[in-house]
């Protein structure tokens, strides 16, 4: 009687810490990072890996000792506004998700707009329904991750790229509306400014140089995200998560995976 207690109270603590992460644009620049992280994370059991193409597991060497690269699930989907019932069984159960699909301001000017606006912000709310209605875990967090220069003041002329800012605070709003109105979906938009690779030594030097001329704080693609996973495991600390607080979170903990 004693083990099969000992047994049930394994089982609930079992149950009750697991968690599973939806990573998206799994094979992009902090995407890749994310997915590295979240598999060496105990508090994160299962990685739901989606891309448009294969989703390598990370090589060993870059993954610290002890590390379960079995918790990885790569899932091919071949557009993010549509999402097949297979994909939906697998986005089933999610505690909460990372969104880093996006064209990047530098990029949006070779593609036709309306191409941006689909994958920047169509696919961003067709990405957030579909997790909801395939029944995810309560609460449910959808950290989206956006950019310091995004608009959500639509009335406002930024300086940089106008149509592309607006467009992505009018996302940022879009997604916070959406989870305004669906009971226990918990949503913050991080707002990042320039990401760069941790061995980037030029950029990170020229850093303060940067955010003298274009006001937005650099950030190694390691430590931002740590930081988005500490958030969608912990809650959200703030909303919106502007560069200064990414920036902040970061050096508290100090380097990490």
Same mark, same amino acid.
């Given at each position: 009687?004693?083990?099969?207690?000992?047994?049930?109270?394994?089982?609930?603590? @079992?149950?009750?810490?697991?968690?599973k992460?939806?990573? @998206?644009?799994a094979?992009?620049?902090?995407g890749k *990072?994310?997915?590295?992280?979240?598999? $060496?994370?105990p *508090?994160?059991?299962?990685?739901?890996?989606?891309?448009?193409?294969?989703?390598?597991a990370p090589?060993s060497?870059?993954?610290?000792?002890g590390?379960? $690269?079995s918790k990885? !699930?790569?899932?091919? /989907?071949a557009?993010?506004?549509?999402?097949?019932e %297979?994909?939906?069984?697998e986005?089933?159960?999610?505690?909460?998700?990372?969104?880093?699909?996006? /064209?990047?301001?530098?990029?949006? !000017?070779?593609?036709?707009? *309306? =191409?941006? #606006?689909?994958?920047?912000?169509?696919?961003?709310? +067709?990405?957030?329904?579909a997790?909801?209605?395939?029944?995810?875990?309560?609460?449910? !967090?959808? &950290?989206?991750?956006?950019?310091?220069? $995004?608009?959500?003041d639509q009335? #406002?002329?930024?300086?940089?790229?106008?149509?592309?800012a607006?467009? !992505?605070? *009018?996302?940022e709003?879009?997604v916070?509306?959406?989870?305004?109105?669906?009971?226990? =979906?918990?949503?913050? +938009?991080? #707002?990042p400014?320039l990401?760069?690779?941790?061995? %980037?030594?030029?950029?990170?030097? &020229?850093?303060?140089?940067?955010?003298? =001329?274009?006001?937005?704080?650099?950030?190694?693609?390691?430590d931002?995200?740590? =930081?988005?996973?500490?958030?969608? /495991?912990?809650?959200?600390e703030r909303e919106?998560?502007? %560069?200064?607080?990414l920036?902040?979170?970061a050096? +508290?903990?100090?380097q990490g995976?």
């Amino acid at each position: 009687m004693q083990i099969s207690e000992s047994s049930s109270a394994i089982a609930i603590i @079992t149950e009750e810490t697991a968690m599973k992460l939806v990573v @998206t644009g799994a094979t992009g620049f902090v995407g890749k *990072e994310v997915v590295r992280q979240s598999l $060496a994370r105990p *508090e994160i059991t299962s990685v739901v890996a989606l891309a448009r193409g294969p989703v390598p597991a990370p090589a060993s060497e870059t993954l610290p000792p002890g590390t379960n $690269a079995s918790k990885l !699930r790569a899932v091919e /989907i071949a557009d993010y506004t549509e999402y097949s019932e %297979d994909v939906r069984r697998e986005l089933a159960g999610a505690n909460a998700c990372i969104w880093t699909v996006a /064209i990047t301001p530098r990029k949006s !000017r070779a593609h036709d707009w *309306e =191409v941006v #606006k689909r994958v920047c912000q169509t696919s961003t709310l +067709a990405g957030l329904a579909a997790i909801c209605e395939a029944g995810p875990s309560r609460p449910f !967090r959808f &950290l989206y991750m956006s950019g310091s220069t $995004a608009e959500r003041d639509q009335t #406002k002329t930024p300086r940089f790229v106008p149509q592309y800012a607006l467009m !992505r605070g *009018e996302t940022e709003n879009q997604v916070l509306a959406y989870a305004a109105a669906h009971d226990g =979906v918990e949503a913050c +938009a991080a #707002k990042p400014g320039l990401i760069f690779a941790r061995g %980037d030594a030029l950029r990170a030097a &020229l850093g303060s140089l940067i955010y003298w =001329v274009s006001g937005m704080r650099t950030i190694a693609v390691a430590d931002l995200a740590r =930081v988005m996973l500490d958030q969608v /495991i912990d809650g959200f600390e703030r909303e919106p998560l502007m %560069d200064e607080d990414l920036v902040r979170l970061a050096a +508290a903990k100090g380097q990490g995976l």
